[in-house]
C-alpha cells in the first residue's frame, strides 16, 4: 500500500520568512499526482498546489512551491514571504487512480 | 467555497444512538470520499463510491455504512456510537479522471455525549 510521511509533526517560521514542510511517499508507480492541502483554525481543506509526477517542473503557485524530487520520492512545500494567514496544518497527498492517500500532517505556527 | 456540500455542520448525540451525515458533491462529479478527523489527528480514509458503486474501503467499522444514490448524494450512517466516534467528518469529491484533486466540503462535527 502506498504511504505517505511528514516527518515534521510541527514547524514554526517567523513572518515574512520562508519555510519548508517535508512530505516522502512510497509507491512503485510511476503515473500519479501529489498535493498539499492546508487545513487553517476553521478546518476546512483547501488544496495549497498540485504536481503531477510525469512533469519535472516543480509547480508554483503564488508564494507557495514545490520540490519534487522523483528518484527520492520526495515532495516538499516551500512558502515564501511567510504570513500569518499561513498558520495551519498541512496535508502531503498522494493520488494513484481513485485513492487518495494523506500524511499525518504538519502543524505550522507563524510567529509575528 | 469548494462546492462540496455537508450537512449537518454540528451534531450532539448520545451514545448507542445512530446518525446519518449528508453529502452534496460538486455539479458532475462521480466520486465522493468520506474522511474521519480525530481531534488533532490526520485524514482517516473511510469509504469511496463512484457512481453509486462502492469502490474503495478503508478503516469503516461495521458499525458504519455508506451510499451514494442516483442523483450522487450520499450518506454516512454512523450506529451504536460511542464517544470515540466523536470527530470531523468529511466528505470529498472529484472529477472523473484519475488524477484530479478532491474538492472537501466543510465536515460535520460530530460529538457523542
Known amino acids: 500500500a502506498q504511504t505517505v510521511t511528514q516527518s515534521q509533526p510541527e514547524m514554526s517560521v517567523q513572518e515574512a520568512e520562508t519555510v519548508t514542510l517535508s512530505c516522502t511517499y512510497d509507491?512503485?508507480?510511476?503515473?500519479?499526482?501529489l498535493f498539499w492541502y492546508k487545513q487553517p483554525p476553521s478546518r476546512q481543506m483547501i488544496l495549497v498546489i498540485r504536481?503531477?509526477?510525469?512533469?519535472?517542473q516543480n509547480a508554483t503557485e503564488n508564494r507557495f512551491s514545490v520540490n519534487f524530487q522523483k528518484a527520492a520520492k520526495s515532495f516538499s512545500l516551500k512558502i515564501s514571504d511567510s504570513q500569518l494567514g499561513d498558520a495551519a496544518m498541512y496535508f502531503c497527498?498522494?493520488?494513484?487512480?481513485?485513492?487518495?492517500?494523506f500524511g499525518t500532517g504538519t502543524s505550522l505556527t507563524v510567529i509575528p | 467555497d469548494s462546492g462540496v456540500t455537508q450537512t449537518p455542520k454540528h451534531l450532539i448525540t448520545a451514545t448507542g444512538q445512530r446518525v446519518t451525515l449528508r453529502c452534496s458533491p460538486r455539479?458532475?462529479?462521480?466520486?465522493v470520499y468520506w474522511y474521519q478527523q480525530s481531534l488533532d489527528q490526520g485524514l482517516q480514509f473511510l469509504i469511496q463510491?463512484?457512481?453509486?458503486?462502492?469502490?474503495a474501503k478503508g478503516n469503516i467499522l461495521e458499525r458504519f455504512s455508506a451510499q451514494q444514490f442516483p442523483d450522487l448524494h450520499s450518506e454516512l450512517n454512523l450506529s451504536s456510537l460511542e464517544l470515540g466516534d466523536s470527530a470531523l467528518y468529511f466528505c470529498?469529491?472529484?472529477?472523473?479522471?484519475?488524477?484530479?484533486?478532491?474538492?472537501f466540503g466543510q465536515g460535520t462535527r460530530l460529538t457523542v455525549v
Open positions: 470529498a469529491s472529484s472529477p472523473q479522471g484519475a488524477y484530479t484533486e478532491a474538492f
Open positions: 509507491t512503485s508507480e510511476s503515473d500519479y499526482y
Open positions: 504536481q503531477e509526477a510525469y512533469k519535472q
Open positions: 497527498a498522494y493520488r494513484r487512480i481513485g485513492q487518495f492517500y
Open positions: 455539479s458532475g462529479d462521480l466520486s
Open positions: 463510491y463512484y457512481n453509486g458503486e462502492e469502490r
